[in-house]
């Protein structure tokens, strides 16, 4: 039944090439969990920092605090996708990588410059709530590259950025609930749906 | 009870003219080095098998310039895309009916 073989092995040729055009793979359910525990870490610091210190010093801590766990997180990211990537014999940087990136670009640069203007403005309440919010959108809008988990992830951040704009006293909390746990728990289901060593019989 | 290698094209037991396939069916318009990365080919051996598609009229080709590089990209005809869900059908039947 060497015929029979040889049609499988056509079927999961097919699958493999219309994921690998269509679709990132190759992120890692390490990625999720290492930029999650980065931001726990930052928003550790940043409860810190404000219980020790006040005013104008305050704030240029708390953004050189941002952008440490900003690059930590996406750094880490990267790297365990890129580990993922040479296991899979793909490259990371491929057309549909580029694609995503896009996608998620738009949101996210559209939300940096909003946040850069609530903190001109002096509306440092809303922030984190706006963080999560147009963070959400990226994920959404990149979801049709990626798994649908991710998806999810955006829906639930959305809601949460919202959560935390109508109770912004509350809303470094539930920053470190949207960046850090959920990120942690989208990247350990990730690693048990995609990573983890499948046994088959 | 019907043949199910009927379906079966034999057009498609190249593996390199299975993978095009499999790509140009769920991308529009993918350009030739995206499907040379894809698939992890040489020039001369994609080119020979795009051209094979092409003059099936399975796939067709469009020539652009973009500044002033030439940019070649590849779309999957009407045509094309059911001769290959005949073939993909015919593989899973086979697959299904396994003695």
Sequence with gaps: MENSEKHLQDIAEIKQMMERSSRFISLSGWSGISAGSFALLGAFAAYRLMRSSTGPSLDSYLVIDAIIVLILALSSSIYFSWRKARKQGATLWSPVTRKLLLNMAIPLVTGGIYCAI???????????????IFYGLALVNAGRFTNKEAVILGIAEIILGIAASIWYAYSFWIWGIGFGLFHILYGITLYSKYDRPKTHE | MNNPIEGLNK?????????????????????????????????????????????????????????????TTYRCTPGGKKAFKLHLAALENLIKNKP
């Excluded at chain 1, 903190?119 to 809303?126: G, K």
């Excluded at chain 2, 299975?18 to 040379?36: C, F, P, Q, R, T």
Aim: hydrophobic letters at 45%; aromatic letters at 10%.
């Design chain 1, 118 to 132: 609530m903190f001109w403005q002096d509306q440092l309440h809303l922030i984190a709530g706006c963080t999560l």
């Design chain 2, 11 to 71: 057009v498609f037991e190249s593996r390199i003219k299975l993978g095009v396939m499999s790509i140009l069916l769920v991308n529009e318009w993918v350009d030739y080095n995206a499907l040379k990365e894809y698939l992890e080919v040489t020039d001369g051996n994609l080119a020979s098998h795009l051209k094979g598609l092409e003059s099936r009229k399975f796939i067709e080709v469009r020539k652009q310039f973009v500044g002033r590089k030439p940019l």
